[in-house]
């Protein structure tokens, strides 16, 4: 499972416990995506995990993601550039990803 991140108003800490609440399915979380140069390449520490050595998940570009993805985004703010590059992918939606909005 992954996880695609666009939008800079969530934080990651968020965007983790609204999108993978349980501890098992953050377990699955292999990486985030992003288009922000500062962030790609980077990695996103889980400071709320109950373990001694917090996780820690990859954050790739967007253009490195692969399916099956789930995608957390607030698509009003983007001003369609998202949209542009979500299609760019030639992904399908509900076999290759999931979008929550």
């Not at 995506?33 to 001694?52: H, L």
Request: hydrophobic fraction near 35%; aromatic fraction near 10%.
């Amino acid at each position: 499972m992954k996880l695609w991140r666009r939008d800079g108003s969530w934080s990651w800490c968020d965007v983790c416990k609204a999108s993978v609440p349980s501890t098992e399915a953050q377990n699955k979380v292999v990486a985030f995506c992003d288009v922000d140069a500062k962030k790609v390449n980077t990695f996103y520490t889980y400071e709320a995990s109950p373990d001694r050595v917090k996780p820690r998940v990859p954050i790739l570009h967007f253009t490195k993601a692969r399916p099956p993805l789930v995608i957390c985004m607030k698509l009003e703010l983007t001003g369609g550039k998202f949209e542009e590059n979500l299609a760019s992918l030639k992904l399908q939606e509900g076999k290759d990803y999931h979008l929550f909005n």
